[in-house]
Protein backbone atom coordinates (compact mmCIF):
# COMPACT_ATOMS: atom_id res chain seq x y z
CA UNK A 1 0.00 0.00 0.00
CA UNK A 2 2.45 2.46 0.97
CA UNK A 3 4.50 1.59 -2.49
CA UNK A 4 1.24 2.44 -4.47
CA UNK A 5 0.89 5.77 -2.31
CA UNK A 6 4.62 7.14 -3.66
CA UNK A 7 3.82 5.76 -6.96
CA UNK A 8 0.84 8.50 -7.02
CA UNK A 9 2.61 10.65 -4.87
CA UNK A 10 5.58 11.21 -6.37
CA UNK A 11 4.41 12.92 -9.88
CA UNK A 12 2.46 15.66 -8.09
CA UNK A 13 5.65 15.95 -5.84
CA UNK A 14 7.73 16.82 -9.01
CA UNK A 15 5.29 19.21 -10.47
CA UNK A 16 4.92 21.05 -7.43
CA UNK A 17 8.58 21.29 -7.06
CA UNK A 18 8.97 22.35 -10.61
CA UNK A 19 6.89 25.24 -10.58
CA UNK A 20 8.39 27.04 -7.84
CA UNK A 21 11.97 26.28 -9.06
CA UNK A 22 14.36 28.03 -11.38
CA UNK A 23 13.59 26.82 -15.16
CA UNK A 24 16.60 26.94 -17.63
CA UNK A 25 15.80 25.73 -21.05
CA UNK A 26 19.62 24.99 -22.40
CA UNK A 27 19.09 22.35 -25.52
CA UNK A 28 21.65 24.55 -27.37
CA UNK A 29 24.60 25.37 -25.33
CA UNK A 30 26.97 24.13 -27.50
CA UNK A 31 26.51 27.37 -29.50
CA UNK A 32 29.01 30.21 -27.61
CA UNK A 33 27.67 33.15 -29.54
CA UNK A 34 25.62 34.41 -26.72
CA UNK A 35 27.14 37.15 -25.48
CA UNK A 36 30.00 37.09 -23.20
CA UNK A 37 28.35 39.09 -20.28
CA UNK A 38 25.59 36.19 -19.67
CA UNK A 39 21.75 37.34 -19.57
CA UNK A 40 20.96 40.81 -21.22
CA UNK A 41 19.12 41.94 -18.48
CA UNK A 42 18.42 41.57 -14.45
CA UNK A 43 14.88 40.32 -13.42
CA UNK A 44 12.35 42.84 -13.51
CA UNK A 45 14.40 45.39 -15.57
CA UNK A 46 14.04 46.80 -19.25
CA UNK A 47 16.62 45.94 -22.10
CA UNK A 48 17.35 46.88 -24.74
CA UNK A 49 19.67 44.59 -27.53
CA UNK A 50 20.74 45.04 -30.98
CA UNK A 51 23.01 42.71 -33.04
CA UNK A 52 25.90 44.27 -35.39
CA UNK A 53 25.24 45.73 -38.62
CA UNK A 54 24.10 42.43 -41.09
CA UNK A 55 23.49 40.17 -38.44
CA UNK A 56 20.05 39.26 -36.83
CA UNK A 57 18.54 37.05 -34.40
CA UNK A 58 19.02 33.48 -34.78
CA UNK A 59 18.79 31.91 -30.90
CA UNK A 60 16.70 33.03 -28.25
CA UNK A 61 17.22 31.73 -24.83
CA UNK A 62 15.88 32.71 -21.35
CA UNK A 63 15.33 31.52 -17.86
CA UNK A 64 12.22 32.12 -15.35
CA UNK A 65 12.48 33.02 -11.41
CA UNK A 66 9.20 32.98 -10.19
CA UNK A 67 11.21 34.36 -6.95
CA UNK A 68 12.87 37.30 -8.53
CA UNK A 69 8.84 38.35 -9.40
CA UNK A 70 7.63 35.92 -12.00
CA UNK A 71 9.98 37.35 -14.50
CA UNK A 72 12.86 35.80 -17.06
CA UNK A 73 16.51 36.87 -18.18
CA UNK A 74 17.00 36.82 -21.74
CA UNK A 75 20.02 36.38 -24.18
CA UNK A 76 20.41 35.98 -27.74
CA UNK A 77 22.33 34.65 -30.31
CA UNK A 78 23.06 36.87 -33.57
CA UNK A 79 24.44 35.60 -36.73
CA UNK A 80 25.05 37.00 -40.23
CA UNK A 81 22.13 37.07 -42.95
CA UNK A 82 23.18 34.49 -45.87
CA UNK A 83 25.03 36.99 -48.71
CA UNK A 84 21.66 36.20 -51.28
CA UNK A 85 19.73 38.54 -48.69
CA UNK A 86 22.53 41.51 -49.82
CA UNK A 87 23.04 44.13 -47.46
CA UNK A 88 20.36 45.85 -44.67
CA UNK A 89 18.82 48.97 -46.42
CA UNK A 90 16.30 50.01 -43.85
CA UNK A 91 15.76 49.24 -39.83
CA UNK A 92 13.03 50.64 -37.35
CA UNK A 93 11.48 49.55 -34.16
CA UNK A 94 7.63 48.04 -34.69
CA UNK A 95 4.96 48.79 -32.35
CA UNK A 96 4.98 48.50 -28.91
CA UNK A 97 3.18 45.33 -27.60
CA UNK A 98 1.63 46.18 -24.52
CA UNK A 99 2.24 44.61 -21.26
CA UNK A 100 -0.71 42.19 -19.97
CA UNK A 101 -1.90 41.73 -23.56
CA UNK A 102 -2.10 38.97 -25.84
CA UNK A 103 1.10 39.14 -27.53
CA UNK A 104 1.32 38.21 -31.57
CA UNK A 105 4.39 40.34 -33.10
CA UNK A 106 6.64 40.13 -36.46
CA UNK A 107 8.19 42.54 -38.58
CA UNK A 108 6.70 43.75 -41.44
CA UNK A 109 7.77 44.67 -45.19
CA UNK A 110 9.59 41.24 -44.72
CA UNK A 111 12.20 42.59 -42.33
CA UNK A 112 14.21 40.03 -40.15
CA UNK A 113 14.13 40.52 -36.36
CA UNK A 114 17.48 41.92 -35.29
CA UNK A 115 16.88 43.03 -31.98
CA UNK A 116 14.78 43.60 -29.27
CA UNK A 117 13.52 46.67 -26.21
CA UNK A 118 11.86 45.58 -23.29
CA UNK A 119 10.49 46.90 -19.95
CA UNK A 120 8.97 44.90 -17.05
CA UNK A 121 5.57 46.26 -15.33
CA UNK A 122 5.33 45.01 -11.59
CA UNK A 123 1.16 45.78 -11.75
CA UNK A 124 1.13 43.03 -14.21
CA UNK A 125 4.07 41.16 -13.52
CA UNK A 126 4.66 41.13 -17.50
CA UNK A 127 7.03 42.50 -19.89
CA UNK A 128 6.16 45.10 -22.97
CA UNK A 129 8.19 43.93 -26.12
CA UNK A 130 9.46 46.06 -29.50
CA UNK A 131 11.16 44.31 -32.28
CA UNK A 132 13.78 45.89 -34.15
CA UNK A 133 13.78 44.75 -37.38
CA UNK A 134 15.57 45.35 -40.78
CA UNK A 135 14.92 44.87 -44.10
CA UNK A 136 17.48 43.92 -46.67
CA UNK A 137 18.23 45.37 -50.56
CA UNK A 138 17.16 41.24 -52.08
CA UNK A 139 14.12 39.94 -50.98
CA UNK A 140 13.75 36.22 -49.51
CA UNK A 141 12.40 33.44 -51.46
CA UNK A 142 9.67 33.02 -48.60
CA UNK A 143 8.66 35.08 -46.05
CA UNK A 144 12.15 35.99 -44.11
CA UNK A 145 10.07 35.94 -41.00
CA UNK A 146 9.27 32.79 -41.53
CA UNK A 147 12.27 31.30 -42.18
CA UNK A 148 14.18 33.21 -39.41
CA UNK A 149 11.88 31.89 -36.81
CA UNK A 150 12.26 28.40 -38.21
CA UNK A 151 15.93 28.52 -37.95
CA UNK A 152 15.82 29.60 -34.38
CA UNK A 153 13.48 26.59 -33.64
CA UNK A 154 15.55 24.44 -35.58
CA UNK A 155 18.41 25.03 -33.23
CA UNK A 156 16.29 24.54 -30.10
CA UNK A 157 16.00 21.01 -31.05
CA UNK A 158 18.52 18.40 -32.12
CA UNK A 159 18.91 18.98 -35.62
CA UNK A 160 21.84 21.32 -37.30
CA UNK A 161 20.31 23.33 -40.09
CA UNK A 162 22.15 26.20 -41.67
CA UNK A 163 20.31 29.57 -42.24
CA UNK A 164 20.41 29.06 -45.89
CA UNK A 165 18.63 25.77 -45.99
CA UNK A 166 15.92 26.52 -43.99
Request: glycine share 6%.
Amino acid sequence: MDLTLLWVLLPLVSTAWGQYGDYGYHPYQQYQDYSDDGWVNLNRQGFSYQCPHGQVVVAVRSIFNKKEGSDRQWNYACMPTPQSLGEPTECWWEEINRAGMEWYQKCSNNGLVAGFQSRYFESVLDREWQFYCCRYSKRCPYSCWDRQWKFIMCRMTDYDCEFENV
